[in-house]
């Protein structure tokens, strides 16, 4: 069967990745404030590891996700479930940082619907014709920022110029969570242990690191007649391909899904 698959493949010419060894998972630190006390003994050990800014894992990929939201929104479960950090206290700590700030009273005005963007209009005898960019506009043009204020309830956050360098540092990181596979082999803590085995020296492109992973695992669960488990690498790998346009491959990639599907492996 092994075989067959072999062959199949010639048929394309698809894009490869090289494999590289990840490397031993770093010991945990839970001293960081945000850290959920409760639960931290069932979290993974790398994602309660700082990271050289002080930041743990969860506290970067939070940073992402608050973008355009307020210290008063809901972060998802996972950030504690997952990632073992009290969200509520985590965003205060990365407003209090620098790593996010609360928008202007002009920005935090594009969050309005139309309906009250034309209130605010129609209580200052202002024209109310135009789409919503239009009106944002005569509103901005016309009343001062003290004024504007008394209209937002809550102002959403913008990522500063120290985010977005600490999000390109740890470009790996929102990916890893974004396309997480479901067995656990390409995952935030993952990618972390595999950027680490280059110690600095280069920095992988998210495609080779996730590629790396599961490559890895497709061939350890193949010497260990894993079939089930091999075939989930395959499918993560078609997923993969998928994202990055590469349909002939993820089309082989699939099909080799469903051949193991319909001969019992």
């Known amino acids: 069967m092994l075989g067959f698959f072999q062959k ?20 945990a630190n839970a001293k960081n404030s945000t850290v959920d006390q409760s639960i931290e003994n069932e979290i993974n050990p790398i994602l309660l590891k700082e990271l050289k ?16 939201n307020n210290l008063n929104s809901n972060p998802p479960g996972y950030f504690k479930y997952t990632y073992g950090i009290n969200a509520k206290v985590a965003a205060k700590k990365l407003v209090e940082n620098g790593y996010l700030t609360e928008s202007s009273p002009g920005e935090a005005i594009k969050t309005l619907k139309v309906a009250e963007l034309k209130e605010i209009l129609k209580e200052h005898n202002l024209k109310l014709s135009g789409n919503k960019a239009t009106l944002i506009e005569r509103i901005t043009e016309n009343l001062t920022e003290d004024e504007i204020v008394k209209y937002i309830d809550e102002k959403p956050l913008q990522i500063t110029d120290k985010g977005e360098k600490t999000l390109k540092e740890y470009y790996y990181i929102v990916p890893a969570h974004r396309f ?17 085995e280059f110690k600095g020296n280069y920095n992988p492109p998210n495609g080779d690191i996730s590629w790396a992973l599961l490559q890895k695992s497709y061939l350890r669960n193949l010497q260990n007649g894993d079939y089930g488990l091999a075939r989930n690498n395959i499918r993560s790998m078609a997923e993969q391909l998928n994202r990055e346009k590469k349909l002939k491959s993820s089309l082989l990639h699939y099909v080799e899904v469903f051949v193991m599907d319909m001969s019992g492996l």
């Open 53 to 68: 800014n002080g930041l743990l894992p969860g506290e970067v990929l939070l940073m992402y996700w608050l973008e355009g």
């Open 8 to 27: 199949f493949k010639n048929i394309f010419k698809g894009q490869s990745y090289s494999e590289v060894p990840s490397v031993t998972p770093r010991k």
């Open 180 to 196: 997480s596979s479901k067995d656990g082999v390409y995952n935030v803590a993952e990618a972390i242990k595999y950027f680490n």
